[in-house]
T-cell receptor, first 114, second 108 residues
């Protein structure tokens, strides 16, 4: 059982480049989330999706877009990467209503923007 | 012995000792709480949870205590091992962002 799978694991971008982080879960979860983690800042929510076809902003949505492609997949796009977006990105999923149950996390994507 | 981090960002503990990690929550109506462990280079992983109809819940070497009166919960790790070195986060229902957590370092 793979759980939550994120790709890629590492990425280096130049300022202004775009890219999409992919996330898929095989647990039939309703809710999916994207977080970023910076040193000493904990996990900050970028966007979440409470169900297929819906997305909502989290704490730090600026500079990002998301797509809930289907129940399994939730992608995060950086249209024009900035050095401030250098971070580790985690995707997560959970059963039921967003935030009502424990989250299952992927292994993360380490992104560097030069 | 025991090592307790009272809402401190770091906790250093001797291998074999018990560890206690504390957490305060904000919403007195919260009825579900979760502890996660994040090892270096990995995503957070669920350890144990507790609902508000309980004061205590035990897992394998871990115990979570909930004090609703003072809105406080704690994670106790028995006989701390090197593999327990990690960042520990507490979370409450419907609160989707996490604080910086407590970094536990186990001394050999």
């Amino acid at each position: 059982n793979a759980g939550v799978t994120q790709t890629p694991k590492f990425q280096v971008l130049k300022t202004g480049q775009s890219m999409t982080l992919q996330c898929a879960q095989d647990m039939n979860h309703n809710s999916m989330y994207w977080y970023r983690q910076d040193p000493g800042m904990g996990l900050r929510l970028i966007y979440y999706s409470a169900s297929e076809g819906t997305t909502d902003k989290g704490e730090v949505p600026n500079g990002y877009n998301v797509s809930r492609l289907n129940k399994r997949e939730f992608s995060l796009r950086l249209e024009s990467a900035a050095p401030s977006q250098t971070s580790v990105y985690f995707c997560a999923s959970s059963n039921g209503r967003a935030g009502a149950e424990k989250l299952f996390f992927g292994s993360g994507t380490q992104l560097s923007v030069l | 012995g025991e090592s307790v981090g009272l809402h401190l960002p770091t906790l250093s503990v001797q291998e074999g000792d018990n560890s206690i990690i504390n957490c305060a929550y904000s919403n007195s109506a919260s009825d579900y709480f979760i502890w996660y462990k994040q090892e270096s280079g990995k995503g957070p992983q669920f350890i144990i949870d507790i609902r508000s109809n309980m004061d205590k819940r035990q897992g394998q070497r871990v115990t979570v205590l909930l004090n609703k009166t003072v809105k406080h919960l704690s994670l106790q790790i028995a006989a701390t091992q090197p593999g327990d070195s990690a960042v520990y986060f507490c979370a409450e229902k419907f609160k989707l962002s996490f604080g910086a957590g407590t970094t536990v370092t186990v001394r050999a």
